[in-house]
């Protein structure tokens, strides 16, 4: 009952494809469908609301449903069009963790409305989309004009961006469904394809290219990236080449780091600018904030943060809560800190094996869907670990002593797996001491110099917390 009441509480504090075609589920109209009778009623509906945030003349195309009032409204122009959008929402439905709410988009040209849009939120978006970010104008289809997409939000775990697309045709504004299972699209207008970056969990990842074929989005060609364990237990990338050929997917070709020195995986197989997925390279920018999967810039943007934030506080707060040594003060401690770069810190869990023991087992875990673990690490003596201040090291440092020898490592999240490296010895016990330098990575090698000999040191350690109630509720929720 108490670990209820617990995550009860930390939880409080946390604040298809087809052809393109009109949707029947979406509303758009055009100005000459609009009766007088249907413009009388709406300019009621909406004179008789408070607080209007501004006035247009254009108010009398924006349908209040009943119980619901306009919270929000913005203007933004295009190449093509200008637009009016309202945000309107039923308060009275609205919970800390739910709001009803819908958009209503004016599409204006030459100061007359020319169509006007209704998008209701997708249950499954988080964050909510602004009223300000909600269009975006883009040539999706190659013909020359741009096209109107209304941003859905972000979806599952990894923060995916989705549109719904309408297709500027002679016709007007068609909307396109196929276009909304792209995730992270990106306009390649070169080439022609629209193309789509993704992660499926913590060490896999895919790249598509679409094609625009009658009408329809369709997904032709795929690469997939994806650490492996073989049967003796060694964790190594591997890449798929896949593509679509009379309905089905047919591997290209399947090769993995064994297979091709590094630098030819780079340069000719994956990234570089003259290889064929080349997705190291800026064709890959995504509409929503120009990142990139490859770099994991594409999650540069707070929202997409705050998007997964609460999932993995959730998910290491219940974990933490059913640790076997939860409350056992003298041999169990946590930490966090992201040790790969990719916004979501990994859960340290540091154990003694008995109060008089020389060393404790490390233990990495990380979350893509569910608490999984990475890796071990013997950690050897009292020295703690310390970290760097430098966003390029965001491992952890760890130094150990005896005999009048210096041994300092580097420990990181690589790849999904755990690795440790060896960076420095220093032999102290002769008449001056003697450095060995023992990785290749010159900076790696100053910036352990730079941890152990800095004026913030011992204050650079990592600060480790007591596996318990109080430290899981303080430590999480001030995340």
């Not at 990994?346 to 990380?366: A, D, F, H, K, W």
């Not at 352990?448 to 303080?474: A, G, K």
Request: glycine letters at 6%; one cysteine or more; aromatic letters at 12%.
């Amino acid at each position: 009952m108490k670990k209820i009441l617990f995550i009860l509480a930390f939880l409080t504090m946390l604040t298809t494809v087809s052809a393109c075609a009109n949707n029947p589920d979406k509303e758009q109209l055009n100005e000459n469908e609009l009766l007088p009778e249907t413009f009388a009623e709406n300019q009621e509906s909406i004179d008789n609301q408070q607080d209007i945030p501004y006035q247009s003349k254009y108010l009398a195309y924006v349908v209040v449903d009943q119980n619901y009032s306009i919270t929000n409204c913005a203007e933004s122009s295009g190449e093509v069009y200008q637009y009016e959008v309202y945000e309107i929402e039923n308060l009275g439905e609205a919970t800390e963790y739910s709001r009803d709410i819908y958009w209503i988009i004016l599409v204006i040209e030459k100061d007359e409305v020319h169509t006007v849009l209704r998008q209701d939120l997708n249950e499954y978006a988080g964050p909510i989309p602004t009223a300000s970010d909600l269009v975006l104008e883009a040539d999706v289809n190659f013909d020359g004009n741009n096209d109107v997409l209304l941003w859905l939000g972000h979806f599952g775990n990894q923060g995916l961006i989705r549109y719904v697309c309408y297709l500027n045709t002679d016709d007007g504004l068609i909307e396109c469904p196929s276009f909304s299972e792209i995730a992270n699209p990106a306009v390649d207008m070169e080439n022609r394809v629209i193309l789509s970056s993704w992660r499926n969990w913590a060490a896999s990842h895919s790249y598509a290219m679409y094609y625009f074929i009658d009408d329809e989005y369709i997904e032709m060609e795929r690469l997939t990236e994806e650490q492996v364990q073989t049967e003796n237990g060694e964790n190594i990338w591997t890449w798929t080449d896949e593509v679509f050929i009379d309905g089905n997917w047919i591997i290209r070709e399947y090769f993995t780091e064994k297979d091709y020195d590094a630098e030819v995986i780079y340069r000719d197989k994956v990234y570089g600018e003259d290889c064929h997925w080349d997705i190291g390279q800026d064709r890959w920018r995504t509409l929503f904030n120009n990142g990139m999967m490859s770099d994991f810039s594409i999650y540069s943007s707070q929202d997409i943060k705050d998007s997964t934030l609460e999932v993995w506080i959730e998910a290491y707060a219940l974990f933490l809560m059913d640790f076997p040594a939860l409350n056992d003060d003298d041999i169990s401690y946590f930490s966090l800190k992201d040790l790969d770069n990719n916004d979501i810190p990994e859960l340290i869990i540091q154990q003694r094996n008995g109060s008089e023991s020389n060393y404790s087992i490390l233990t990495v875990y990380s979350y893509d869907n569910s608490v999984y673990k990475i890796g071990d690490y013997k950690l050897i003596g009292a020295g703690g670990l310390h970290v760097s201040d430098q966003q390029e090291f965001p491992g952890l440092f760890h130094c150990t002593w005896g005999g009048g020898v210096e041994n300092f490592y580097y420990l990181i999240v690589n790849g999904g797996e755990l690795v440790c490296e060896q960076v420095l010895r220093i032999d102290r016990s002769g008449e001056s001491p003697e450095q060995t330098e023992l990785s290749d990575n010159n900076k790696l090698i100053e910036e352990v110099i730079n941890v152990y000999e800095s004026s913030e040191y011992p204050n650079n350690r990592l600060e480790m917390y007591p596996i318990n109630d109080d430290s899981i509720s303080e430590i999480l929720s001030s995340m």
